[in-house]
């Protein structure tokens, strides 16, 4: 970039892609005073709204076919995390030297406070606001953004040195970084997600890592030694990929590297400086959320908090005072003694086996979705072996009903009628679970809305039960 550090008056910027991202990066920039255009690929019949909303931002919109004359004049692209590196006007815009900049890393560049960032397939959004809570609980001043679902550009601009700023970020986003280094990175898990945009496995993960690509060793990395990919960034000093100094979590006994692990109905700490004698940091019966992988999340969480110097007695009060975030094995009601859940945010089939592990009690569940390219195998092994019923919904209803092969199984329409219908499966002491294990794209507008879906038909079930 020309004076790129400070993407300010002289700069004449492309956004690319006015979702949500988009909108927030061409506001901040014109604040800024940024001479700003904006672009996106989809039919412009889609995109009355946003390009409304973007000249309300101060933003001119361009038409993609509009843009090569104007290519020339622009000194920096910010890219929206929903638009592949491989867009045609991405490609186009590398073609004519303009540097291309994901949102996160220009949200970097403007931010002045220390930044904590939360990565992984599943348990990003519950682990990124309760780091956010349990940084809350000890005193400090916290801003909290990111892929969790507020932009990180417009929460980190104002931010003040003496804040923490805790960044919940996608692979999407992390493909698009240059100098972006969280003072802690935490990386949860990585298991089989998006691989309708990656070619492998391998990709994927890569993509992952980069949360701490340019950290040193005045940094901390907290990661899950339970998770194959993850572990194996352990080595000597000369073969690690990590440069910062690693604090690792894990469900099991202790063992070495681990810095937090569980033994008995106990989470444990070993300090990694001044008194080593293990502490309990937070009793599992202390811990309000359901499944063994919010233990892990909790346990990330607190690693976070305890690299910049909390109190472990105000963390493991912290704890005790979180709520389970909207759509994430929410609790929306009991309806004739069955208990229904909103797990809409579960967009993989990981986070589907991870919401059957988390009940011990029989489960109708219901799932469904567009699929990202993900093999339904394990999931329909864990239906299997966990569910007594599967409603399924969407387009990968066959896909999934096959995989879960032998349960009992019904197909609905809508969500009113999947919830009908596990109501009719269910009994008293059962837990009925949205846990879809795929995008909504294909019945919803978003996850946000399937599950809203789900709850007002669990209400409407509640009322007619109750007249």
């Not at 309708?196 to 994927?204: G, N």
């Not at 994430?328 to 859940?341: F, K, M, N, Q």
């Not at 209803?397 to 329409?413: F, K, L, R």
Request: hydrophobic content about 45%.
């Amino acid at each position: 970039m020309s004076a790129l550090g400070t993407f300010g008056a002289s700069e004449r910027v492309l956004i690319i892609g006015i979702g949500k991202s988009g909108l927030a990066s061409a506001r901040v920039l014109r604040e800024r005073g940024a001479s700003v255009h904006a672009t996106d690929e989809k039919p412009i019949t889609q995109l009355a709204d946003a390009v409304a909303l973007s000249e309300g931002a101060g933003a001119q919109f361009v038409a993609p076919g509009a843009l090569a004359p104007l290519l020339p004049s622009f000194t920096a692209a910010v890219l929206s995390p929903g638009v592949p590196l491989t867009s045609p006007v991405v490609r186009a815009v590398q073609a004519a030297n303009i540097p291309v900049f994901g949102e996160i890393e220009v949200a970097y560049r403007l931010c002045r406070a220390p930044m904590i960032a939360v990565t992984g397939t599943k348990g990003k959004s519950t682990t990124t606001a309760l780091i956010g809570h349990l940084l809350r609980a000890c005193g400090l001043r916290v801003r909290v953004g990111g892929n969790i679902g507020n932009p990180l550009i417009a929460e980190v601009v104002d931010a003040a040195p003496d804040e923490w700023v805790v960044a919940e970020v996608s692979s999407f986003q992390l493909e698009t970084i240059r100098s972006f280094k969280p003072r802690v990175a935490v990386l949860l898990n990585i298991a089989p997600d998006h691989l309708d945009r990656y070619f492998s496995m391998d990709e994927y993960a890569e993509a992952k890592f980069r949360i701490f690509a340019n950290q040193s060793r005045t940094d901390t990395f907290v990661g899950n030694l339970d998770d194959e990919r993850i572990a194996a960034l352990q080595g000597s000093a000369a073969e690690s990929r990590l440069q910062a100094r690693p604090l690792w979590f894990t469900l099991g006994e202790r063992r070495e590297p681990a810095t937090m692990y569980c033994h008995g109905d106990a989470v444990v700490y070993a300090p990694v400086a001044g008194d080593p004698r293990p502490v309990v940091a937070v009793e599992r019966g202390d811990i309000p959320l359901a499944g063994e992988h919010n233990v892990q999340n909790v346990m990330a969480a607190m690693l976070a908090a305890l690299a910049i110097g909390c109190d472990i007695r105000a963390l493991r009060e912290g704890v005790k005072t979180f709520r389970a975030m909207p759509h994430r094995l929410e609790p929306v009601g009991e309806v004739d003694g069955v208990l229904y859940v909103d797990d809409s945010k579960s967009t993989n089939p990981g986070s589907v086996v991870a919401a059957l592990r988390a009940y011990d009690r029989p489960v109708v569940l219901i799932a469904g979705g567009r699929s990202k390219g993900t093999e339904f195998a394990e999931m329909g092994e864990e239906i299997r072996r966990r569910a007594k019923a599967l409603v399924v919904i969407g387009e990968a209803a066959g896909e999934i009903a096959a995989s879960a092969h032998g349960v009992p199984t019904e197909h609905a329409a809508t969500m009113n009628d999947a919830v009908a219908r596990a109501a009719e499966l269910a009994k008293a002491g059962d837990v009925v679970v949205l846990s879809p294990g795929c995008a909504s794209f294909d019945m919803f507008r978003s996850a946000e809305d399937r599950g809203e879906q789900f709850s007002r038909a669990v209400r409407a079930l509640k009322e007619h039960a109750d007249a």
